[in-house]
T-cell receptor, first 113, second 115 residues
Framework: DAGVIQSPRHEVTEMGQEVTLRCKPI?????LFWYRQTMMRGLELLIY????????DSGMPEDRFSAKMPNASFSTLKIQPSEPRDSAVYFC???????????FGPGTRLTVL | AQKVTQAQTEISVVEKEDVTLDCVYE???????LFWYKQPPSGELVFLIR??????QNEISGRYSWNFQKSTSSFNFTITASQVVDSAVYFC????????????FGAGTRLFVKA
């Protein structure tokens, strides 16, 4: 069975541009999580969904960040406009339920120039 | 509030040495889960183990073993006879019912295993 799929794997963009990161969770998983990893702040939970509904978005840094999950097999994380401080690795993870083991995608390395 | 502390930022050992990575957690929940993940240099996060708060049995999986002690709020991870391929960052994590089972990660411990 395929694991969590993320695209793109690498993204380089210029400040002010819109960035969209994509995630396909493991089939059958009901919970989906977006994380950001930086050297300074470590691994931070941005938002998580349960049955396609956002449950906790308290980790979303500001209004420039938005996330959607239109169906059980797809989610997006959008940054508009992007800033250099958004440069990080963004991970998507999924689990059967919120408390179950989370399985992570390979991550998207975002660089904002 | 929930918290995970991995006091060891970096550890360096020589191949075949045993090494223990410490994890101390804080929670007021009676139901909670503890995890360890490995992040090798390639960057992916690999699940190693999940343990619930009602199961204090230690676990062994090959060269890996975990010691869960509720009395000291610790969930330590030991690698026996370390190998170069064990070089990675290891994260301990906690999720509990009061936090809506949001998972809190520790800062990670970077392990270097030298040949």
């Amino acid at each position: 069975d395929a694991g969590v799929i993320q695209s793109p794997r690498h993204e380089v963009t210029e400040m002010g541009q819109e960035v969209t990161l994509r995630c396909k969770p493991i089939s059958g998983h009901n919970s989906l999580f977006w994380y950001r990893q930086t050297m300074m702040r470590g691994l931070e939970l941005l938002i998580y969904f349960n049955n396609n509904v956002p449950i906790d978005d308290s980790g979303m840094p500001e209004d420039r960040f938005s996330a959607k999950m239109p169906n059980a097999s797809f989610s997006t994380l959008k940054i508009q406009p992007s800033e250099p401080r958004d440069s990080a690795v963004y991970f998507c993870a999924s689990s059967f339920h919120g408390s179950d083991t989370q399985y992570f995608g390979p991550g998207t390395r975002l660089t904002v120039l | 509030a929930q918290k995970v502390t991995q006091a060891q930022t970096e550890i360096s050992v020589v191949e075949k040495e045993d090494v223990t990575l410490d994890c101390v957690y804080e929670t007021r929940d009676t139901t909670y889960y503890l995890f360890w993940y490995k992040q090798p240099p390639s960057g992916e996060l690999v699940f190693l183990i999940r343990r619930n708060s009602f199961d204090e049995q230690n676990e062994i999986s090959g060269r890996y073993s975990w010691n869960f002690q509720k009395s000291t709020s610790s969930f330590n991870f030991t690698i026996t006879a370390s190998q170069v391929v064990d070089s990675a960052v290891y994260f301990c994590a906690l999720s509990g019912d009061s936090g809506g089972f949001k998972t809190i990660f520790g800062a990670g411990t970077r392990l270097f295993v030298k040949a």
